[in-house]
């Protein structure tokens, strides 16, 4: 039990209209603190014109100790609003110890302390994964968040380290909040669900370079080739230069073998999880990596990166393979559908693992990060420069 009330004020924007990334993270996070036994208040600011896609009962908040601030704005003219009015995000909802910036777009604030969630460093490289000028805006609106922030919060180690090297923060300041899983159980049948019609591959991800899905088509590619009956179904939307992706596979020849659906349901994305043979995640950078860890979850072992943040969250329990060497990925894959002992053993590893990532846990550890930002108010940590 926490010996204060506290009152948190959160950008909830995202948790309204984003079903993955920002948007789950956000909208499991509050739903975990709301049923923590802790005296704590939230305040949740959700400021865009987009159309609301959660209930309160869907968000689980409605009865709890946590009040939204619905506000059909464009998020674009908010912070020109909050100037004119003289307000700050913190006096909208109410007034609050300490407010959380969820997502890469600051509000001011006011009196508050201020939190921030990073999860990654992508924007600051030049390796061609996403629009230059988005990681420009990215990287400016980070190194402010690492410059305002009483405590910065991560998902995994990883990113922690990243932050200090990229954006120059005191390890001091850096809270890791591991980011949970359960919440792809939620559409589970009591006794699962029956085998796929067809047996299949799974990756679900947004597709873009990163993704690295050319070199997973190239793996699937030589698995047809060798007979395997599977077809390869991709659950995620277009993303930064998805038609590099889209023009190679209209030129493969497991065409037809290959179905690429777009924004699936929660309740599909845990069928699809569960029904796999394997799900394939050969991501080339993540910040955490969570569908590797809801397809533990569901049950069905993962071939993933070594590097980045996946060599942590997936370690020991996971197929791990070079990202940018597509044989790897195939022959990782193949031991994975012919080795019943290696198979059974990572939907072991996989459960396992899938149960030390909780909401809760998540909950917790940002907890304290709240209140050791008030308790700790006025420590000015240097803050530490890269040497060019």
Known sequence: MSSFNIKVGIDYRSALVNREGIGRYTRELVRALVLLDEDLDLGLFGHTFGRRKFSDDELGISGRRAELLRMRIPSRIMPWLMRRAG??????????????????????????????????????????????????????????????????????????????????????RIAVTQLGCEHVLRHMPRDGFPPAKEPYL????????????????????????????????????????????????????????????????????????????????????????????????????????????????????????????????????????????IYNDLVRLGEERAREYTWERCARQTLQAYQGSVIKRGDEDPQLHRQL
Request: glycine share 8%; hydrophobic share 40%; net charge negative.
């Open 202 to 341: 799974l990756t679900v991800c947004r597709v873009d370079p990163r993704k690295n899905h050319v070199r997973i088509l190239q793996a699937f590619e030589r698995l047809v080739q060798d007979g395997f009956p599977h077809r390869w179904i991709i659950a995620g939307p277009r993303g930064w230069q998805a038609e590099l992706f889209e023009r190679v596979l209209d030129a493969s020849p497991a065409r037809e073998r290959v179905e690429w659906r777009g924004d699936v349901g929660e309740a599909e994305l845990t069928r699809l999880y569960s029904q796999a043979d394997a799900f394939l995640f050969p991501s080339l950078n993540e910040g955490f990596g969570l569908p590797p860890l809801e397809s533990m979850a569901c049950g069905t072992p993962v071939v993933t990166s070594h590097v980045t943040a996946t060599g942590e969250v997936c370690e020991g329990a996971a197929m791990m393979v070079e990202p940018s060497e597509s044989e790897d990925i195939y022959l990782a894959t193949k031991k994975l559908l012919t080795e019943p002992e």
């Open 87 to 172: 307000r700050g995000a913190d006096d909208l909802v109410g007034g609050c110890h300490v407010y959380h910036h969820t997502q890469p777009n600051l509000l001011e604030v006011r009196e508050a302390l201020e939190v921030a969630t990073i999860f990654d460093c992508i924007y600051t490289l030049d390796a061609g994964y996403m629009d230059p000028a988005a990681a420009e805006r990215m990287t400016e609106v980070a190194f402010a968040q690492v410059r305002r922030a009483q405590r910065v919060l991560v998902p995994c180690q990883f990113v922690g380290a990243e932050i200090v090297m990229a954006l120059g923060a005191h390890p001091g």
